[in-house]
């Protein structure tokens, strides 16, 4: 059987002037073949030769063979280029004379042209290939990292309840919880994080802070620029809100509280009854 969307190593059965038709079986009938152009086709093969090739569709939403490499197979997350917004939707290159369809429905927010986006493969309804922005269950459980390991992804979707869903390496399952969110994170974003934890089914727990004892020096220094860009006085303390501590410094009450007790520690801040300011 010919599978839409990969890989796979078919045999020439027939030659004509346009090509050659691909086939599981020598016995294939005309539903079960597959063209490679005459362009593609390699000088020396022929009838009963074997070749690996990949089966999309071609403008005319009929089965077409291609001896060139895909950027993404069925299944598979890859970032690709926006090469235009049209209509209904937006084109990505992916390796192919056609072009890519990410249907506006599949996108998890607009995209621009030249810009690269993270996607997965998949058939529609219509039996045609089409990109996804929404890659959650196409991304590996099986990655190799362990507590404390440094990774790189690509934020592909937020949630208020949950936090940000991360593709670590564009490829495997990764989420900052909501407590470890803090600062701006959008989709699209690429960020460097620390691997906090592998659950059982291996989907990766990550923060895009440092351990508390490595954190504390940058969360200061966080807290010396703020106070700044309040000409010296911050109009609040470590008493203030959860609230107001994540808006104004980008982290939790008790990080901040650990920032301002190094930084009065080092004599380097006043705490006063409703502010603190620099010395």
């Not at 010919?2 to 346009?18: P, Y």
């Not at 022929?46 to 001896?67: C, M, N, P, Q, W």
């Not at 039996?127 to 362990?146: E, F, G, I, W």
């Amino acid at each position: 059987m010919i599978e839409l969307g990969l890989k796979q190593k078919l045999t020439i059965i027939k030659e004509v002037e346009f090509g050659v038709y691909l086939a599981t079986d020598k016995n294939a009938d005309a539903n079960e073949r597959v063209l490679l152009p005459k362009k593609q086709v390699p000088e020396s093969a022929g009838v009963g030769d074997g070749i690996e090739v990949f089966v999309y569709k071609d403008s005319k939403d009929r089965l077409i063979a291609t001896i060139n490499e895909p950027l993404l197979t069925l299944g598979q997350v890859a970032e690709l280029r926006v090469v235009e917004v049209g209509k209904i939707g937006a084109f990505l290159d992916w390796g192919l004379e056609k072009d890519l369809l990410l249907p506006f429905k599949e996108q998890t927010r607009k995209v621009a042209e030249n810009e690269k986006c993270l996607v997965a493969l998949y058939v529609d309804k219509s039996s045609r290939l089409c990109a996804t922005m929404n890659v959650y269950k196409y991304l590996q459980l099986d990655s190799p990292y362990k507590k404390d390991d440094q990774v790189q992804g690509r934020v592909y979707e937020t949630s208020e309840e949950f936090g940000a869903f991360v593709a670590v390496d564009n490829k495997y399952s990764g989420l900052i919880p909501k407590k470890e969110l803090y600062g701006k994170v959008n989709i699209g974003d690429d960020i460097q994080a620390r691997v906090t934890g592998v659950k059982e089914d291996g989907k990766l727990d990550l923060s895009i802070r440092e351990k508390a004892y490595l954190q504390i020096s940058k969360d200061a220094e966080r807290v010396l620029q703020v106070i700044d860009s309040f000409d010296g006085v911050l109009p609040f303390t470590d008493k203030a809100i959860p609230e107001v501590i994540n808006r104004e410094m980008q982290m939790s009450k008790n990080e901040f509280k650990r920032a301002v007790g190094h930084l009065l520690k080092a004599g380097r801040i006043q705490i006063n009854e409703k502010s603190i300011t620099k010395k």
